[in-house]
């Protein structure tokens, strides 16, 4: 038996993200903090497919409804892995007290 905590950050945040994306009812709402963080850089490629697993599982044969995925990162190479789909991604940005939202196309 391998216990949580002598297990590294990105392997147990690839186990939580994989766990729910096979969910045979996965909740309506996910949000995601650093999805890559602690991860291989080649990991991040399965990250994206765990993302569009649950916003769009008939995509992948499943039959459970759609997830909205929130996910911030600051990791430049993940971000480049939506340049198919730049529609999906918002800018958020802290001006002072505010917070300025704005697509990325």
Do not use: W
Not at 43 to 48: I, M, S
Request: charged share 25%; hydrophobic share 45%.
């Amino acid at each position: 038996m391998i216990k949580a905590h002598d297990v590294s950050q990105g392997s147990l945040i690839a186990l939580a993200m994989l766990t729910l994306a096979y969910l045979p009812d996965p909740p309506p709402l996910v949000c995601l903090e650093e999805p890559g963080h602690s991860m291989h850089l080649r990991l991040l490629r399965d990250v994206r497919d765990v993302i569009y697993r649950l916003a769009y599982p008939e995509s992948f044969g499943e039959k459970c409804a759609p997830v909205q995925v929130i996910a911030t990162t600051h990791n430049p190479y993940l971000l480049d892995l939506f340049r198919e789909h730049p529609e999906e991604i918002v800018i958020a940005e802290k001006l002072g007290l505010e917070a300025k939202f704005a697509r990325l196309i």
